[in-house]
């Protein structure tokens, strides 16, 4: 068993002076192995052993500023060892000897035998004997050696350690969950066992939602699968598990779930005001949104989007953002909902591939309905579509216009060649708009829903857009859907007629949106 250092080690701060001291070491290593060793003595049955290395390839200066970020990446808290590696260097201490004492410690002073007399040179070899050319070149050979080794071995040990760490978060992570879980029976009574007439709120592919209230009496409302939904284990456990990493004022936070039988119920904050759509397509509900209302909507959506994107612990794409997926609380301010149909990407990871289409038609990426494509800019597009929905009152799946706009966004992009991109505006929004913000919201739709990827404006440039108008906007591309074919798709047939997904093989079924209205 390791020995454990007393409490009040961390009071008188050794490891801070052990490792400052081999790390100064180090950093000046005159023999160029920038590497040094270091043992002190705690008390008479206690000692702490550090050790320190940089890549001899870094200058003094840069060895000790390495080595300086490594030591402030150690815990306070470590009572038995611990090391961090960097790229181009590492601290290590523990308390017991862990390296071979007799490298690296600290130099004792020299005695006087070791000032010698050189030998007298051989001719014919530069001034150096064989012997002395043996002398110098097999110990840098061994030392080359030695280091590569010691290297191999502490990047496999790292490895190993990252590879521990990652297992460890994942059982953080799931431990987490399911410090959120709920029994059935509390459910059950929260929403008086699921009462379709007074509890139940709304209902969709995904199933049923119920209005309720928890023990302590805080209002939630219980989203519980349908038994004969598409949608599985593997969706459900999806949206749980990532919805329960995220927290923003712009998203619907989950409170938590329940997993017992067949029962699959997730728990979410309650949403006091429906959804997007509700006020945003209905002509008795458009007036309660005005301009400025609805300016808002578009700020707190895209910036929920930033956070999914680019500022949460991992990079997440939503898949299936619509108007009828944004809830709206009590001060109307927006928060982003259903997740079933997310994707978790790496830090890193830029782009996907599925050959399982889901979503809605209308907000998808013409990348993603035609080679299944998809990325960060495919919500970019999506997030174009609602913001025209959300300017003209009008939905992508059923506009028509007599003047022989096709849909929605040819609409759009005909009145901007035109010159006259207020007319896209809701009429019941007359006297109460800002001609500016209409105008560089539709210039910013138009931009998020070009043909090309790359060319769509990351979220964090659209927040920048919407919150400064010192930044500048390019001109837009005409968007795909303007009558122009899309190689194997029946896309703008499908939109124009409103088809459900359900009716093509080409594509799977959204089941995790909620379709029908009611406050969440």
Known sequence: MRPVLPKFWDSLNYTGKVIADVANRASIDDSGKKFATTQANYSALQSVYGLAQCTPDLSDDACNGCLLNARSKLPDDAKQGARVLFRSCYVWYEVYLFFNASIGAAPPPPPPSSVLTPPASSPGNGGLSSQQIIAIVVPICVAIMLFIAGFCILTRRAKKKYNSLREDTVGDDISAVQSLQYDLGTIQAATNNFSDDNNKIGEGGFGAVYKGFLPDGQEVAVKRLSRTSGQGATEFKNEMVLVAKLQHRNLVRLLGFCL??????????????????????????????????????????????????????????????KASNILLDGDMNAKISDFGM?????????????????????????????????????????????????????????????????????????????????????????????????????????????????????????????????????????????????????????????????????????????TELGPR
């Open 260 to 321: 017992e039988g067949k029962e699959k119920i997730l728990i979410y904050e309650f949403v006091p005001n429906k959804s997007l759509d509700y006020f945003l397509f209905d002509p008795l509900e458009q007036a309660k949104l005005d301009w400025s209302r609805r300016y808002r909507i578009i700020g707190g959506v895209a910036r929920g989007m930033l956070y999914l994107h680019e500022d949460s612990r991992l990079r997440i794409i939503h898949r299936d953002l």
């Open 342 to 514: 997310a994707r978790i990407f790496g830090v890193d990871q830029t782009q996907g591939n599925t050959s399982q289409v889901v979503g809605t038609f209308g907000y998808m990426s013409p990348e993603y309905v035609t080679r299944g494509q998809f990325s960060v800019k495919s919500d970019v597009f999506s997030f174009g579509v609602l913001v025209l929905e959300i300017i003209s009152g009008k939905k992508i799946n059923n506009f028509y216009q007599s003047d022989g706009a096709r849909n929605l966004l040819s609409y759009a992009w005909k009145l901007w060649r035109d010159g006259t991109p207020l007319d896209l505006m809701d009429p019941t929004l007359q006297g109460s708009y800002s001609r500016n913000e209409v105008t560089r919201c539709v210039h910013i739709a138009l931009l998020c829903v070009q043909d090309d990827p790359d060319a769509r404006p990351s979220m964090a440039t659209i927040v920048l857009m919407l919150n400064s108008y010192s930044a500048t906007l390019s001109l837009p591309q005409p968007p795909t859907f303007l009558g122009r074919s899309i190689p194997g798709s029946n896309f703008l047939k499908a939109i124009e007629s409103d088809q459900s997904m359900s009716n093509s093989a080409q594509f799977s079924v959204n089941e995790a949106s909620i």
